[in-house]
């Protein structure tokens, strides 16, 4: 074993909110980010259709899906599996082409979508600029996806990294929502450089 992924274990089994989302039944650390987002702003009602970019194992799907209760829908889409949870209709597929986009469609039956939510983050290289290259293509495949499949008014949840190209795209995010927020959770790690991008009221 690496000493880098050496150290990521260890952080990993020492990680308080590891422990508290195994001991309160979530499937990952990361439902807490979305968790603290949602209190400063209340993105999502009962009944709502909410779709969850790069869903797998689960963690966010788990938190809206609770939201939603049982008349709204939470679709997840993945490259992974991703094991079955209430109220979340799960398609595995690359969201960036058309018969993953075609399955969306289909499952939505003409309903609207009223948040995009995406916590993908590349595979890290180790290699800055690379990474960096790597996030921002996820970033603006996920908020090409939500222009295409948000309603007006609509709102987005996105996973970013400070470093090249960041602010351009903020800038993106700010010209298609009347409000735009930067949130940085508790259970995001100090030494991470990611934050997430929400945007509220999607402009016509």
């Known amino acids: 074993m690496s000493k880098r992924k050496k150290t990521w274990m260890q952080e990993h089994v020492s990680d308080p909110f ?15 980010k979305l968790l603290e987002i949602l209190e400063q702003n209340d993105l999502v009602t009962p009944g709502m259709v909410v779709v969850d970019l790069g869903a797998a194992p689960g963690g966010w799907s788990q938190v809206v899906s609770r939201r939603v209760k ?21 398609i595995r597929g ?6 993953t986009l075609d399955a969306v469609e289909a499952k939505l039956s003409d309903r609207e979508v009223g948040l995009v939510i995406s916590d993908m983050a590349p595979n890290i290289s180790g290699v800055k600029s690379l990474d ?20 007006t008014g609509g709102s987005v949840v996105i ?20 409000k735009v927020h930067i949130r940085k959770p508790k259970a995001s790690r100090d030494r991470s450089s990611e934050f997430f991008i929400v945007g509220l009221n999607k402009i016509d």
């Not at 590891?18 to 807490?32: D, T």
């Not at 790597?134 to 603006?140: F, M, P």
């Not at 800038?171 to 929502?177: A, D, G, I, N, Q």
């Open 132 to 151: 960096q290259a790597r996030w921002l293509t996820l970033a603006e495949l996920a908020f090409d996806f939500a222009q295409q499949f948000l309603k």
């Open 70 to 90: 049982a008349c709204g829908l939470v679709i997840g889409v993945d490259l992974l599996e991703m094991s079955a949870l209430p109220q979340v209709h799960f």
């Open 159 to 178: 996973k970013c990294f400070e470093g090249e190209g960041a602010k351009e795209f903020r800038e993106s995010v700010k010209s298609s929502f009347q």
């Open 18 to 32: 590891v422990k508290k989302a195994s001991s309160e039944g979530w499937r990952s650390r990361a439902s807490f």
């Open 94 to 99: 690359d969201f960036s082409e058309q018969n």
